[in-house]
């Protein structure tokens, strides 16, 4: 790094901390924290939807999975389109969430079932949450000091041992988050993520296009041919049958959690929230297809590129240096997640490595922000309000909700402190995100089912957390014991070990069935004769609230167009999107079931069919990304804009607080 990489990462930070003062005036009440006060229109839903849910630990995950596997897992994600397409146009779940118009889920339990509901759903899934987040600061951390090389610092208090450069990265970078949260909740993360992520597009062109003209199709599929093994190809989707982890069964699950946990996980529930109606929510969602592309492309491109740079003989005396620092890394776990940001701080040039780290820095701020407000508000909104029996003023409650979020920042320091890492990342997030498996069948099954019930609910919530509870306690306690112990305990801590030894993957998906089995079984059982009246909670009929739903048309529409979500509040220009949007994932999806149709039916594609095929995917991606950004780009100005001008004329309610009975 030198003195122009580290001049821009600088002039980032002080550009969004300018931001976040000047957005913070804007913060006068609880609707404006927590939700932007429902003001936010589809690009910038979007754009910082986008931001939230791809972090900076999620980048180091994902480029660990495409080092170890290559190409093949973008080829089983093709049968996640068509299921995608119907759950964003269909509106799935989140849809009629912003229809309730609450602020959290656990705030819907509790309109719909009971305010035990909500405030046991609040607890399991504010404890899932801070675990889940509590390794973040950690990775991306180390992400920073190995890609930068900043000098180790040990320091050793007997009790405990650690490194005091990690420790200071994570205080700082945590801060920042924490700021940008605190000045002003929700209406700066929504504008600092969506700015951030406007940035980071163009970026990815910047990289895309360097990486492409620095290393040659040729070394890199011939890289990938060298490194594949039988049945661990990483060109041939179809010869993967050995791969331990990111293997079909992997990304089958991952497909179920799309429909079961649409929005189970609540990381980035004020996202959520803050549409400025129900279908600028759905556009925002759909909009989030096209946003992907460029992401998608580099998240890949650079493992690979960075395989390719570490094993072809151009570079390897770059590439020698790139390992030695790898091979100083003690820890196998860390150095397996760093092998590729280490190769990456030798591949790129100065000005580039600053716009890395200038985008790393985006993706761990807009996720760090986004959960620390989601969890921190989690506990006041789902946990102590109910509980409360006076209304706090406005006053008083932000500030209660900013203090709840300094306590997770401060737990997630000292968890990422202390937390020894034995797995995958994704698999850790997994496990974590496992604990509130119960949330999903609560969820579907209020929206959705009238004879869904609250013993249903808590049967279904309790089942979902402990399992995953279990093994991760199990995790930690093999992991420090050298030897078992022989005796009366000998049998148990082997079922221990053998728990622990599970892929994560399939647990989560033996918890999600398990839920959802014990919620439709309970829920039969104690409904008798009463169903819910679903429309007092989703405001339709004669609950429907003025402006929640804006038909845009009173021209009758085809059977067809009902079929894939395309209803009257959508205009020309929307259904445009959509239709594009339906082609362009079908098209893809189309082509997966041909070549598995010929893999099945008649020979299996040779190598040559594979590195060409790839080399089509990353070319147009990138050719259908750049106009994309731009156009998503010019959107997520304009919705900004048109945010403030909201939020200066707007009359807030004092009683929009997340208090049940209260719709303002």
């Known amino acids: 790094m030198t003195t122009v990489d580290w001049g821009i990462v600088a002039g980032s930070i002080i550009f969004l901390t300018v931001i976040c003062i000047i957005l913070s005036r804007f913060v006068q009440g609880v609707a404006d924290f927590m939700a932007a006060n429902r003001s936010a229109g589809r690009y910038l839903l979007t754009i910082s939807g986008g931001m939230a849910g791809v972090g900076?630990?999620?980048?180091?995950?994902?480029?660990?999975?495409?080092?170890?596997?290559?190409?093949?897992?973008?080829?089983?994600?093709?049968?996640?389109?068509p299921i995608t397409i119907v759950l964003i146009l269909s509106g799935w779940v989140y849809y009629r969430f912003r229809e309730t118009r609450c602020f959290t889920v656990a705030q819907f339990y509790e309109t719909r079932y009971n305010k035990t509901t909500r405030i046991y759903a609040g607890l399991v899934v504010y404890m899932s949450g801070i675990l889940n987040f509590g390794i973040f600061p950690a990775v991306a951390s180390r992400f920073f000091i190995h890609f930068c090389g900043l000098p180790e610092i040990p320091i050793d208090w007997g009790w405990i041992a650690f490194d005091g450069m990690f420790a200071i990265v994570m205080l700082v970078t945590l801060s920042l988050a924490l700021?940008?949260?605190?000045?002003?909740?929700?209406?700066?993360?929504?504008?600092?993520?969506c700015i951030q992520g406007m940035f980071t597009s163009l970026v990815f062109i910047v990289l895309a296009l360097y990486l492409l003209?620095?290393?040659?199709?040729?070394?890199?599929?011939?890289?990938?041919?060298?490194?594949?093994?039988?049945?661990?190809?990483?060109?041939?989707?179809?010869r993967t049958g050995e791969v331990e982890h990111f293997n079909l069964y992997f990304y089958l699950i991952e497909f179920f959690y799309l429909f079961y946990g649409f929005m189970e996980w609540q990381g980035n529930q004020s996202g959520r929230t803050s549409g400025l109606n129900a279908h600028e929510q759905k556009m925002g969602q759909v909009l989030g297809t096209w946003r992907i592309l460029l992401q998608t492309l580099l998240i890949v491109l650079i493992p690979?590129?960075?395989?390719?740079?570490?094993?072809?003989?151009?570079?390897?005396?770059?590439?020698?240096?790139?390992?030695?620092?790898?091979?100083?890394?003690?820890?196998?776990?860390?150095?397996?997640q760093m092998?590729?940001?280490?190769?990456?701080?030798?591949?790129?040039?100065?000005?580039?490595?600053?716009?890395?780290?200038?985008?790393?820095?985006?993706?761990?701020?807009?996720?760090?922000?986004?959960?620390?407000?989601?969890?921190?508000?989690i506990f006041v909104q789902d946990v102590v309000l109910p509980l409360r029996e006076k209304p706090f003023t406005p006053k008083q409650h932000v500030w209660l909700l900013r203090i709840s979020i300094i306590f997770v920042a401060i737990f997630a320091f000292f968890f990422s402190l202390l937390y020894k890492q034995t797995d995958f990342?994704?698999?850790?997030?997994?496990?974590?995100?496992?604990?509130?498996?119960?949330?999903?069948?609560?969820?579907?099954?209020?929206?959705?089912?009238?004879?869904?019930?609250?013993?249903?609910?808590?049967?279904?919530?309790?089942?979902?957390?402990?399992?995953?509870?279990?093994?991760?306690?199990?995790?930690?306690?093999?992991?420090?014991?050298?030897?078992?112990?022989?005796?009366?305990?000998g049998m148990l801590l082997q079922a221990m070990i053998w728990l622990?030894?599970?892929?994560?993957?399939?647990?989560?998906?033996?918890?999600?069935?398990?839920?959802?089995?014990?919620?439709?079984?309970?829920?039969?059982?104690?409904?008798?004769?009463?169903?819910?009246?679903?429309?007092?909670?989703?405001?339709?009929?004669?609950?429907?609230?003025?402006?929640?739903?804006?038909?845009?048309?009173?021209?009758?529409?085809?059977?067809?167009?009902?079929i894939i979500g395309i209803t009257r509040e959508f205009s020309r220009g929307d259904r445009l999107i959509a239709f594009l949007t339906v082609g362009?994932?079908?098209?893809?999806?189309?082509?997966?079931?041909?070549?598995?149709?010929?893999?099945?039916?008649?020979?299996?594609?040779?190598?040559?069919?594979?590195?060409?095929?790839?080399?089509?995917?990353?070319?147009?991606?990138?050719?259908?990304?750049?106009?994309?950004?731009?156009?998503?780009?010019?959107?997520?100005?304009?919705?900004?804009?048109?945010?403030?001008?909201?939020?200066?004329?707007?009359?807030?309610?004092?009683?929009?607080?997340?208090?049940?009975?209260?719709?303002?």
């Not at 009929?541 to 009758?556: M, R």
């Open 56 to 81: 900076a630990i999620s980048v180091v995950a994902l480029l660990e999975v495409y080092a170890v596997a290559g190409f093949p897992p973008i080829w089983w994600q093709l049968v996640r389109y």
């Open 179 to 193: 700021l940008y949260t605190c000045l002003g909740g929700q209406i700066t993360i929504i504008v600092t993520d």
């Open 213 to 238: 003209n620095k290393f040659a199709w040729s070394d890199i599929a011939m890289t990938l041919l060298e490194k594949s093994q039988e049945n661990q190809s990483m060109l041939n989707p179809y």
């Open 304 to 336: 690979i590129c960075a395989l390719t740079f570490l094993n072809v003989e151009s570079y390897s005396s770059e590439a020698t240096q790139a390992q030695a620092a790898i091979d100083s890394i003690g820890d196998e776990h860390i150095a397996r």
């Open 339 to 377: 092998s590729v940001p280490v190769t990456l701080s030798y591949m790129l040039p100065t000005g580039l490595k600053g716009l890395f780290v200038a985008i790393m820095l985006a993706f761990l701020i807009t996720t760090q922000d986004t959960y620390l407000h989601s969890w921190g508000t």
């Open 425 to 489: 990342i994704l698999m850790f997030m997994a496990i974590t995100g496992a604990v509130v498996s119960g949330t999903g069948a609560m969820l579907i099954g209020g929206l959705y089912w009238r004879r869904g019930t609250t013993a249903g609910a808590l049967s279904a919530l309790t089942v979902g957390w402990l399992i995953p509870v279990t093994l991760l306690i199990g995790e930690q306690i093999v992991t420090r014991m050298e030897v078992v112990p022989a005796g009366d305990h």
């Open 500 to 562: 622990t030894e599970q892929n994560k993957q399939y647990v989560w998906f033996s918890s999600m069935l398990s839920c959802l089995i014990v919620y439709i079984v309970v829920s039969l059982i104690t409904s008798g004769n009463r169903r819910a009246q679903l429309d007092r909670f989703l405001h339709r009929g004669e609950y429907e609230i003025e402006g929640e739903h804006v038909k845009l048309t009173e021209a009758s529409l085809s059977t067809w167009w009902k």
């Open 584 to 664: 362009w994932n079908l098209g893809w999806f189309l082509l997966f079931v041909v070549v598995t149709l010929y893999e099945l039916l008649y020979a299996s594609l040779p190598t040559e069919f594979w590195t060409g095929f790839w080399n089509f995917w990353i070319w147009i991606n990138l050719i259908i990304g750049i106009p994309v950004t731009i156009w998503l780009t010019i959107g997520g100005i304009r919705d900004i804009s048109r945010l403030l001008r909201r939020l200066r004329t707007a009359k807030r309610d004092a009683r929009d607080d997340g208090t049940v009975g209260v719709i303002p």
